[in-house]
């Protein structure tokens, strides 16, 4: 039987900024939380420019953005090689990458939080099927250019081993020298609670660390928290610090203006002649959703075509940076920087909403959870093959989560206009860096809609077209074959 005197009530982890990341040396691996601008240790990454520490590798969803979060590192130059999944809106990010003044390492979201999570748990490697057979998994893609555009480093080959008939590749587990997050409270123990979707990826960054740093917006005495609501235990945590004052940034404001979102969008567009494109492949794609389907969205299109479900259905819609059940956009008074979907946009909570942290968010993606994945892309290949995150040398967004998306097992289904500036999007065979192999189940453009056969040689068959376009006019925009339905129909669209 324990004695009392066993017991470490007075445990006290509390310190400034600068104590906490005054020992963090030049050449140190570092995880740091956060996701866009939410739930990101702003102060502490601070006090690491202050302290003055280069050569740094950052393991990090993504860096922030110019001026805020990890864009400050950048700016000075401490971060010797970036392992991220999103660029985002970091246009110093990108230049330092395509310039040659930067290393970056681009890995799945799901894959790095995973990543993270596992080496948080002391296991050294895993296998996944998200990343096979793309260059995440071929190598050869830049890790760094020399100034002059050449390549400098590539990225290597990893291993693949088939489960169960299908082909997954190793990953690593990462083992950071410092962890470095933002919780909302913490005791002095080290016990943290987080706010809303600030939960993301610090969590599975925190336990990854040989020693991490909190930062928090308030300490409470040990024993004031819940035990039961303890996000992240106290072992996991080995320092403290709450900043005397403290400011939240939102990336991107965006609210319910009076109904606004309620509003059907307007416009002609010759291709429907009653709809805007954008409008008809939203309603189109709106009808892909079943009564209590798990949807996952991707930004742009894809989120429109939640504007349109039928009267009576109801689907649970996720956001892969940690929420189920999002709801939409706020009104001004209720706007919430720790409330945000994967676009970095705030939005609201439903009745039936659940928050976690970013690797369980991606456990249900991988799990096959999920039933339906809706996201743009840049090409689309007749077997299936999708391409949506770089054109090498020219525009650098990162995977993101699609990787995860659509290797998931649930059905995908790719929304975008049917060409760029008059040239294809879908094709034999895609030239641009792969999202993923065989993954597309059905294409819908402003022209037409096509089932994608996967299996064996692939193809394409046009299933649908828009009012007043022809199978020649489909053809004459689209570099792939295909065939035409026997049962082809005139495109439909919700709510009309």
């Not at 702003?42 to 990090?60: E, N, P």
């Not at 479900?309 to 059940?325: A, F, K, R, Y």
Request: hydrophobic content about 40%.
């Amino acid at each position: 039987m324990l004695r009392r005197t066993c017991w470490r009530w007075a445990v006290n982890k509390v310190m400034s900024g600068a104590e906490a990341v005054k020992d963090i040396p030049s050449g140190a691996s570092v995880a740091v939380g956060g996701f866009g601008l939410c739930g990101t240790p702003f102060a502490v990454i601070q006090d690491l420019r202050t302290q003055g520490a280069k050569d740094l590798t950052v393991y990090s969803n993504n860096a922030g953005v110019d001026d805020w979060g990890l864009g400050v590192l950048l700016r000075s130059k401490q971060i010797k090689r970036m392992v991220a999944s999103y660029v985002g809106e970091n246009k110093e990010f990108e230049r330092q990458y395509l310039q040659g003044e930067l290393e970056v390492e681009f890995s799945p979201q799901g894959t790095l939080a995973e990543r993270m999570r596992a080496g948080g748990a002391g296991i050294p490697a895993f296998y996944t099927a998200t990343g096979y057979g793309t260059a995440v998994q071929e190598g050869g893609f830049p890790i760094k250019y020399h100034a002059d555009g050449s390549v400098a480093i590539d990225s290597e080959p990893k291993e693949t081993r088939q489960f169960n008939g299908r082909w997954n590749t190793m990953e690593k587990g990462i083992f950071a020298d410092f962890s470095i997050i933002k919780a909302w409270k913490a005791d002095k123990s080290g016990n943290c609670v987080f706010r809303g979707t600030a939960r993301n990826f610090n969590i599975p960054a925190a336990t990854c660390g040989k020693t991490c740093i909190v930062e928090v917006e308030e300490i409470v005495e040990n024993g004031e928290l819940d035990a039961n609501n303890i996000h992240l235990p106290g072992v996991y945590v080995q320092r403290i610090v709450c900043p005397p004052a403290y400011e939240k940034k939102i990336e991107f404001r965006t609210t319910d203006k009076a109904g606004a979102s309620k509003k059907k969008p307007s416009g002609d567009a010759p291709a429907t002649g009653k709809l805007d494109f954008r409008e008809a492949i939203a309603r189109r794609a709106a009808l892909e959703f079943a009564d209590g389907m798990y949807v996952n969205l991707g930004i742009g299109i894809p989120t429109l075509a939640a504007n349109y479900l039928p009267p009576g259905m109801n689907i649970e819609l996720q956001s892969e940076n940690g929420l189920l059940g999002m709801g939409p956009f706020p009104s001004e008074d209720k706007v919430d920087p720790d409330l945000i979907n994967a676009g970095k946009q705030t939005v609201s909570l439903l009745p039936t909403s659940a928050i976690f942290d970013s690797a369980q968010s991606f456990a249900m993606i991988r799990g096959g959870h999920m039933n339906l994945t809706v996201l743009g892309a840049l090409q689309v290949a007749g077997n299936g093959d999708l391409a949506n995150w770089v054109i090498p040398k020219k525009m650098v967004k990162g995977m993101g989560g699609a990787m995860d998306l659509v290797s998931s097992g649930c059905r995908v289904v790719v929304v975008m206009e049917h060409t760029a500036k008059g040239a294809p999007k879908i094709f034999d065979r895609c030239s641009l860096p792969l999202t993923g192999k065989r993954v597309v189940d059905r294409i819908i453009t402003e022209l037409a809609v096509f089932d994608v056969e996967k299996t064996g040689a692939g193809g394409l068959t046009l299933v649908e077209v828009a009012e007043g376009v022809t199978v020649e006019d489909v053809k004459k925009a689209t570099q792939a074959a295909f065939v035409v339905s026997p049962t082809l129909t005139k495109m439909r669209y919700a709510g009309l």
